[in-house]
């Protein structure tokens, strides 16, 4: 079965006199979007699109 799962961006840092498109995720929206993660893998999504923007792009590389 397919699922088109639609994930808004998680708690951005808001910093005051900068563009909310070029903010980034706060500590506790990449807590979050961990979470989040764990939850989606069930699903074995096969690609993903996103906004240009930094708090829709971050990515955490998995340490080993």
């Not at 498109?21 to 807590?31: F, I, K, P, T, V």
Request: glycine share 4%; hydrophobic share 40%.
């Amino acid at each position: 079965m397919r699922y088109l799962i639609l994930v808004r961006h998680s708690l951005p840092d808001i910093v005051p006199n900068v563009p909310g498109s070029l903010w980034q995720l706060s500590a506790e929206g990449r807590d979050r979007c961990r979470f989040l993660a764990g939850q989606l893998s069930a699903y074995q999504p096969s690609s993903i699109a996103a906004s240009m923007e930094p708090k829709a792009t971050e990515i955490e590389m998995p340490s080993h």
